[in-house]
Nanobody, 115 residues
Framework: QVQLVESGGGLVQPGGSLRLSCTASGFPFHTYWMHWVRQAPGKELEWLST????????SYADSVKGRFTISRDNAKNTLYLQMNDLKSEDTAVYYCAQTQEGLGRGRGTQVTVSS
C-alpha cells in the first residue's frame, strides 16, 4: 500500500525558510520520479517541482524557481523540499506525490507565511 507522509510545515515569517520532508513506503521509491505540489485556499492544485528517480534531474515551476530546491535520499526513502525566501503567496498545503498531477499524494503539511 502506497503511503506518503509529509512533515516540516509550520508558520514562518516572510523571507524565512522551511525544509519539508516526505517519507515514502509501499512502493519502490528509488525507481520513481517524485513531485511536490501545493494547494492554496480556494485555488487548484499547483505543481512545484520534480526530481528524477536518481536525483540526476530536477525541474521547477516559475513561481518557485531559484527559491525552492528539491532533493531525495533513496537510502531513507525520503523526498525533501528546501524552501527559502518564503512569500505570503507560498501559504498552502504542500504534498509530495507520485505524479505531477498530484496522484498518490499524502495528507500534506501546512505552510503559512505571515508576519
Amino acid at each position: 500500500q502506497v503511503q506518503l507522509v509529509e512533515s516540516g510545515g509550520g508558520l514562518v515569517q516572510p523571507g524565512g525558510s522551511l525544509r519539508l520532508s516526505c517519507t515514502a513506503s509501499g512502493f519502490p521509491f528509488h525507481t520513481y520520479w517524485m513531485h511536490w505540489v501545493r494547494q492554496a485556499p480556494g485555488k487548484e492544485l499547483e505543481w512545484l517541482s520534480t526530481i528524477a528517480y536518481n536525483g540526476a534531474a530536477t525541474s521547477y515551476a516559475d513561481s518557485v524557481k531559484g527559491r525552492f530546491t528539491i532533493s531525495r535520499d533513496n537510502a531513507k526513502n525520503t523526498l525533501y523540499l528546501q524552501m527559502n525566501d518564503l512569500k505570503s503567496e507560498d501559504t498552502a498545503v504542500y504534498y509530495c506525490a507520485q505524479t505531477q498531477e498530484g496522484l498518490g499524494r499524502g495528507r500534506g503539511t501546512q505552510v503559512t507565511v505571515s508576519s
